[in-house]
T-cell receptor
């Protein structure tokens, strides 16, 4: 059974810092891995999607990497801003079931 | 493109009543739609998968008679919470998938519906 774990559960940093969020998954049989952002009481915003054959994706200040063999992904946020404060969710689509499995999320607070 | 809407965005109801939540794909045809539930400070949990024109497939532990799902068209799926109780209060999020849209198996998410049962 696929399990997705995110570390840390919460993170507080001063504005301007570069930071890394971690995601691990137990079954390497995945179609893709996706990072989402969720603001309090809101839905999901897709940030980056990495296909299983890819190693990384970049969008602006965000860079996500994927190491399928070790079951790990990282989301790198450069020059963090208070507006980056949110919960970041990692999810994988299992190639066995086709289902999207979410991690518990990392709640990020960027202090001005 | 790939916009998914949900209605209502929030609803408050009395215990014992039924509530219907709509999920629509606005600019594409969704062959498959998914319903997720999210309790406070927890992650999203898949409740069921529905394919247009067929019965939904429910995840283990989700009561199909309590959470009725209808996917009558390629752009609309509905979730009806029957005889709602306070423990059903949650954030319900739908997603939609079209193999011809986005990356393979990519799901596009609605904004969610906050259900509060008094």
């Amino acid at each position: 059974k696929q399990e997705v774990t995110q570390i840390p559960a919460a993170l507080s940093v001063p504005e301007g810092e570069n930071l890394v969020l971690n995601c691990s998954f137990t079954d390497s049989a995945i179609y893709n891995l996706q990072w989402f952002r969720q603001d309090p009481g809101k839905g999901l915003t897709s940030l980056l999607l990495i296909q299983s054959s890819q190693r990384e994706q970049t969008s602006g200040r965000l860079n996500a990497s994927l190491d399928k063999s070790s079951g790990r992904s990282t989301l790198y946020i450069a020059a963090s801003q208070p507006g980056d404060s949110a919960t970041y969710l990692c999810a994988v689509i299992s190639s066995n079931t086709g289902k999207l499995i979410f991690g518990q999320g990392t709640t990020l607070q960027v202090k001005p | 493109g790939a916009v998914v809407s949900q209605h209502p965005s929030w609803v408050i109801c009395k215990s014992g009543t039924s509530v219907k939540i709509e999920c629509r794909s606005l600019d594409f045809q969704a062959t498959t739609m998914f319903w997720y539930r999210q309790f406070p400070k927890q992650s999203l949990m898949l409740m069921a998968t529905s394919n247009e024109g067929s019965k939904a497939t429910y995840e283990q532990g989700v009561e199909k008679d309590k959470f009725l799902i209808n996917h009558a068209s390629l752009t609309l799926s509905t979730l009806t919470v029957t005889s709602a109780h306070p423990e059903d209060s949650s954030f319900y999020i739908c997603s939609a998938r079209d193999p011809g849209k986005g990356s393979y198996n990519e799901q596009f998410f609605g904004p969610g519906t906050r259900l509060t049962v008094l």
